[in-house]
């Protein structure tokens, strides 16, 4: 072999040797998850599991304590959540925070150690937002955190900030030279499993509640217009999906046909609960908790941290392996009552067979469990006769930014929209109409300017 013949085979030996390094060395198992023939695989590397499941083992729950004697609230000062517990079992209950979240830092992470019931802390004032928030989770979202449900562990899991945040992406650098505006993608990005996707999906998807999707139901863009754009931020989210479970897409979906949900695992219907649990997570409790967090812990653009499926995941299929760790702290299973302070309660809905009505809080986009019941007796109309439409249209004040009002009044008809399709009503027979802005009342202190009405034809 001549020189050149050996060197030239010698770099063509190291380029494959380098080529290869980015893939992962065998074995690697998969496991079948559908019917055979169908390529319902998933693709595990024992060596990564080996390592993952003894890191994700919960801590030993703290005993139960007695449920007699002085309840919290008779005994200490400012307990706002939590005084139905008896004063053990508060006293376990602050044991086991701190084991969650503060272990090395101990009570004096939250408390100011001179006066327990002071809330001159943030992170007091965060903590109790948070059993509220936990409470929440493991109450009302069965539907996808069944009965195993969650503790402060599953995020938390020993440290303050939980590993697995996200904030919203950073404006874009715009260079001189002639690489162009980027429009938040192309860049090898980790938060889309590094690839050059729209790198802030979760806006969006899990903190908006814009459309997931990218499969139009007709030939003309009609009704759901999706973009390219669109097309390639779904992905990221879905980039996610798999890294946060360490699963493959065919986890959730049949490759053959993504869209289709008759074809799609059982999984994929608990990850669309997941979804709108999530926003509800960020909008409801993190993002209102935006000014009492120091600046240290905001993002770049000022935003508070927030919640997508890494946060409870980790890499798991369920977190922590689905270990049942909420089932020892009862007081995290049930919301509690709080004394309601402040907002004058919202008026009934609406609740006609053709026609509905729903009122929101002031700047919230929240649809309240009482409200959504006003939609039970249309859905049935809907159900009933498949020809009709619903028409949804989202109202607001002509208090503050119409940019604003008019993003919030979207987001409203959004929530209205997510119960009709949870209802069982075909994506094609929901229109979304313009937000419009109420005539007359102008502070918005009137619920009725902060309403959605759905009209069915
Ligand atoms: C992660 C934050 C956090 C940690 C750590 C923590 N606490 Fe608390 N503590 C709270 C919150 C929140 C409340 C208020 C609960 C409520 O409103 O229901 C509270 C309330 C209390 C109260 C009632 C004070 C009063 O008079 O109102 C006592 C006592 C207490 N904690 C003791 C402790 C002890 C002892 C420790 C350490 C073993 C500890 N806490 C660790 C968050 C924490
Ligand atoms: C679903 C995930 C999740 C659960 C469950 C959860 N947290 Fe959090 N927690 C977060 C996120 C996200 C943040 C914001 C991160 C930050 O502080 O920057 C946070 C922040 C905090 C902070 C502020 C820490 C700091 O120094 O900024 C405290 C204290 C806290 N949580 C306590 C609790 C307690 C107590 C529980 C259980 C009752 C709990 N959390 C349950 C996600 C969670
Ligand atoms: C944990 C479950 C899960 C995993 C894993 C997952 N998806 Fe999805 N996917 C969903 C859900 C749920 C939706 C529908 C979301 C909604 O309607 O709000 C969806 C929607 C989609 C859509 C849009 C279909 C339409 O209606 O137009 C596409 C395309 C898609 N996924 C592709 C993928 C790809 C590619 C992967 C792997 C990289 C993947 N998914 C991984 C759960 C999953
Ligand atoms: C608040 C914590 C939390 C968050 C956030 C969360 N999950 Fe889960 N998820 C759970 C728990 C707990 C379970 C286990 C439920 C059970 O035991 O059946 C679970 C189960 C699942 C399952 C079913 C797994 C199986 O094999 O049955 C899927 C799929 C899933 N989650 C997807 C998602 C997706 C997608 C997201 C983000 C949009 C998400 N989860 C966010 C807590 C969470």
């Known amino acids: 072999m001549s020189i050149v013949a050996r060197v030239t085979s010698l770099l063509a030996g190291a380029a494959a040797v380098l080529l290869l390094a980015g893939c992962e060395r065998p074995p690697v198992d998969s496991v079948q998850h559908g019917y055979r023939g169908t390529g319902m695989l998933n693709v595990y590397n024992p060596r990564t599991l080996e390592l993952q499941v003894p890191a994700n083992q919960p801590p030993e729950a703290i005993p139960a304590a007695p449920d ?9 000062k400012n307990v706002q959540v939590l005084g139905d517990l008896s004063v053990g079992a508060f006293t376990r ?11 090395n830092e101990g009570c004096a992470y939250c408390h100011n150690v001179e006066n327990l019931a002071d809330d001159s802390k943030y992170q007091k004032v ?17 539907p996808h955190v069944a009965a195993t449900g969650v503790t402060c562990w599953t995020c938390h ?28 993608q192309n860049l090898a990005s980790p938060s889309v499993g590094l690839a050059s996707l729209p790198y802030d999906p ?26 390219l754009q669109d097309t390639e931020q779904t992905y990221g989210l879905m980039m996610h999906f798999s890294k946060a479970l360490g699963v493959n897409c065919t986890y959730c979906h049949n490759s053959r046909n993504f869209k289709e949900w008759n074809e799609s695992t059982p999984q994929r219907a608990t990850a669309w609960h997941g979804i709108r649990m999530v926003r509800q997570l960020n909008n409801e409790y993190l993002v209102p908790l935006t000014d009492t967090f120091p600046a240290s812990r905001k993002g770049p653009t000022g935003d508070v941290a927030k919640i997508y499926c ?31 302070t402040g907002a004058a309660p919202l008026p009934p809905p609406v609740a006609e067979a053709r026609r509905s009505v729903l009122y929101y809080d002031v700047g919230s986009a929240v649809l309240q469990d009482a409200q959504a019941k006003g939609l039970a007796e249309l859905t049935a109309t809907m159900l009933k006769t498949g020809s009709l ?69």
């Open 389 to 457: 439409k619903a028409t949804i249209s989202g109202y607001h004040s002509a208090s503050g930014t119409l940019a604003q009002n008019q993003e919030l009044a979207k987001q409203r008809a959004f929530t209205v929209r997510d119960a009709l399709l949870s209802a069982g009503i075909a994506e094609s027979r929901v229109i979304l109409a313009k937000p419009q802005q109420t005539a007359g009342n102008v502070s918005g202190e009137d619920p009725s300017s902060r309403r959605v009405e759905v009209t069915v034809q």
């Open 93 to 103: 209950h602050m044991l086991s925070i701190t084991q969650w979240v503060a272990p």
């Open 126 to 142: 965060v903590a109790r937002r948070m059993i509220q928030m936990t409470q929440k989770v493991n109450a009302d979202w069965k």
């Open 310 to 340: 890494a946060t409870c995941h980790q890499g798991a299929y369920k977190p922590v392996y689905g270990a049942q760790m909420a089932k020892d702290f009862p007081e995290l299973l049930t919301v509690a009552a709080v004394a309601k």
């Open 202 to 227: 979760f806006t969006p998807y899990l903190q908006k509640a814009v459309m997931i999707g990218v499969g139009s139901g007709t030939a003309l863009p009609t009704g759901h217009k999706a973009s």
């Open 68 to 76: 007699d004697g002085p309840k919290a609230k008779d005994i200490y």
């Open 157 to 184: 899991r020993g440290q303050a900030v939980p590993g697995q945040v996200w904030f919203q992406a950073e404006p874009q650098n715009k260079r001189a030279d002639f690489i162009g505006n980027l429009n938040g």
